[in-house]
Structure formats: structure tokens, C-alpha cells
């Protein structure tokens, strides 16, 4: 069974904390997934699909965050949050990657490896019918595309990063998960039920190094 099926049948609850590293963040955000400010929150859970990807909590300067290594590995990180999307619409992210995937591929199951992929899982009681929209940083994708994943048309990945352009860069992301899951999807979207974020990979055999700052979901865009 491909890792993307299998994320998608992970499920949630709320909580909250401080964004040190970004106080804009902080002042709008009314769920904060996690901010890595003292660790790994409790709530997050680990499921592997191939080895163990390394998640570690590191401290860079002011910066607190999640290093994650792969060396050949997949596994994720999945934190359980049931929440409406349509009264909280957007979820807004810091990552980085140091280095991108050469053999990583979006439309090839070989190349399904991404440096940096973060996950909002839409669950059903069905779990045949639970969707997931997958922001990765592609490999070679160009960015904004968006194409489902090759292992299920249930997970739709849009490329918000790509390439290696800005690599080794602290990049602060916000998307309009609400929009999103209506426009790939066709319709109404149901609550959130999970936040997951995997580095993997496990199909070519590369190595990658990537961090993860805070998460956080928003009822109105935070840039504005």
C-alpha cells in the first residue's frame, strides 16, 4: 500500500501555544498546530512506510525547529486536529530544504520523494473517500501546478516551492486550504481531521536534509 494512501487515513485535536519566530503569525492565528518552541508537542505521532526518516528538534540561533533527514527512508509526522476549514480557510507554514531530489518526479510512483511535503487530511467515514491536499516542495514540478498524486486521485499535490533556487531558505507559506480542496475537488469540503509533514526518499534512494517551523491555521490570511 502506497504512504499516500496510508496518510490519508490518519485523523485530530486543538492546540495552542506561542509562534516565537514569527509574532505575525502569532497575532493572527487563532490554532496553532505546533511552534517547536520547546520540542515536539506531544500530540504528534509518527508512522513510517519505508525505514525512518530522522525528526529532531534543533535550535539554530533564535530559531527553533524540526530537522528532518532521509537517507533513502519514508516516514511522517502526523498531528490529529478536527477543525472547520471554512471558519479557519487558511493554514500558514515555515520550512526550508537544503537540497533537492535529482530523481524525484511528480508524475512517476519512482519519483514520488519530496525534500519537504506538508499534508491536510480531509477524513471520511469512508475512509476510501478521504481526501488530502499535499503542498510539496517539487523536485521539478513548476510552482503553483498542481497534479494528483500517482498512487490516488484522493491527494491532490500542489507545488508551492520548486526546485532548488531558493534551497537553504527559511520560507514562510499560506495557502487557502478551503479554496483549494474546492477547486481540485469539485465541492464543499469536510473538517480537517489531521496535519501531517513527511520528508521521504524512499523511491529513489536519495538523501535530503529539510526543517519545519511553525504551523498554524488561520480564520483570515495573516500577510494582510
Known amino acids: 500500500m502506497s504512504k499516500v494512501i496510508l496518510i490519508l487515513l490518519l ?3 486543538v492546540h495552542a501555544s506561542v509562534l516565537a519566530e514569527n509574532p505575525a ?3 493572527e492565528c487563532e490554532i496553532i498546530i505546533d511552534d517547536f518552541a520547546d520540542g515536539i508537542k506531544p500530540g504528534w505521532r509518527s508512522k513510517s512506510f519505508k525505514g525512518t526518516t530522522e525528526y529532531t528538534w ?3 540561533g533564535n530559531r527553533t525547529f524540526i530537522k528532518a533527514e532521509s537517507n ?3 516516514s511522517g509526522l502526523y498531528y490529529k486536529i478536527e477543525y472547520d476549514p471554512q471558519q479557519y480557510p487558511y493554514i500558514t507554514w515555515q520550512w526550508k530544504v537544503d537540497n533537492i531530489i535529482a530523481g524525484g518526479d511528480s508524475l512517476q510512483k519512482s519519483g514520488d520523494d519530496y525534500g519537504a511535503r506538508l ?3 480531509f477524513p471520511s467515514f469512508f475512509f476510501w473517500n478521504t481526501k488530502a491536499i499535499n503542498y510539496i516542495w517539487a523536485n521539478k514540478l513548476p510552482k503553483d501546478q498542481a497534479v494528483p498524486n500517482p498512487y490516488t486521485a ?3 499535490m500542489i507545488s508551492v516551492e520548486s526546485g532548488s533556487a531558493e534551497t537553504g531558505k527559511w520560507i514562510t507559506e499560506t495557502r487557502n486550504i478551503y479554496e483549494d480542496y474546492k477547486r481540485f ?3 464543499e469540503p469536510p473538517k480537517v481531521g489531521a496535519i501531517a509533514i513527511m520528508t ?3 523511491n529513489t534512494g536519495e538523501s535530503v536534509t529539510a526543517g519545519y517551523g511553525p504551523i498554524a491555521a488561520c480564520s483570515r490570511d495573516p500577510r494582510k
Open 119 to 121: 499534508y491536510v487530511v
Open 200 to 202: 521521504d526518499t524512499d
Open 11 to 13: 485523523l485530530l485535536t
Open 72 to 74: 533513502g527512508t519514508a
Open 58 to 60: 534543533t535550535m539554530e
Open 25 to 27: 503569525l502569532m497575532e
Open 185 to 187: 475537488f469539485g465541492k
Open 154 to 156: 484522493n491527494d491532490i
